[in-house]
């Protein structure tokens, strides 16, 4: 299927969807949907596997993150709007490449810093970067 095709496919269905839901949110799903693809574009990762690496790796215990159950840690700070925001830990900008770099190795970057190293794979910092430039 080509691209042109899959995203008439997609409006298509947010127009239909729009009838049973309400327009404003068909639009929001819509525009979740777009921000989870230029994520995914921007770090290499599948935002779908971000939840299962998160609870692996322990982020849950620690952080309120939306969208995923029982994220509701409240140790580190809440990662609402980490797609709108400027900096990571308030000491980098928030890039794709800064925020893979910090999720894989938080304390080479700020030592003693309330993160620890958990971890997590290339994969899986991708995965979960991809997710959390998602939240705008």
Same mark, same amino acid.
């Given at each position: 299927?080509?691209? &042109? +095709? /899959?995203?008439?496919?997609?409006?298509?269905? #947010?127009? !239909?969807? *729009? @009838?049973?839901? =309400?327009?404003?949110?068909?639009?929001?799903?819509?525009?979740?949907?777009?921000?989870?693809?230029?994520?995914?574009?921007?770090?290499?990762?599948?935002?779908?596997?971000?939840?299962?690496?998160? &609870? +692996? /790796?322990?982020?849950?215990?620690?952080?309120? #993150?939306? !969208?995923? *159950? @029982?994220?509701? =840690?409240?140790?580190?700070?809440?990662?609402?709007?980490?797609?709108?925001?400027?900096?990571?830990?308030?000491?980098?900008?928030?890039?794709?490449?800064?925020?893979?770099?910090?999720?894989?190795?938080?304390?080479?970057?700020?030592?003693?810093?309330?993160?620890?190293?958990?971890? *997590?794979?290339?994969?899986?910092?991708?995965?979960?970067?991809?997710?959390?430039?998602?939240?705008?």
């Amino acid at each position: 299927m080509t691209r &042109r +095709r /899959l995203w008439i496919g997609i409006i298509a269905g #947010v127009v !239909g969807l *729009a @009838g049973l839901i =309400g327009a404003e949110a068909a639009q929001d799903m819509l525009e979740r949907h777009t921000n989870l693809r230029k994520a995914s574009a921007m770090t290499g990762g599948d935002p779908s596997r971000a939840a299962a690496a998160m &609870r +692996r /790796l322990g982020c849950l215990s620690c952080h309120d #993150v939306p !969208g995923i *159950a @029982g994220a509701t =840690g409240r140790v580190g700070p809440p990662l609402a709007h980490m797609g709108a925001r400027t900096y990571i830990a308030g000491v980098m900008p928030n890039t794709a490449e800064n925020l893979i770099l910090w999720i894989r190795w938080p304390q080479g970057i700020l030592p003693k810093s309330g993160m620890p190293d958990m971890g *997590a794979s290339e994969a899986e910092s991708r995965d979960i970067a991809a997710y959390l430039l998602s939240l705008q």
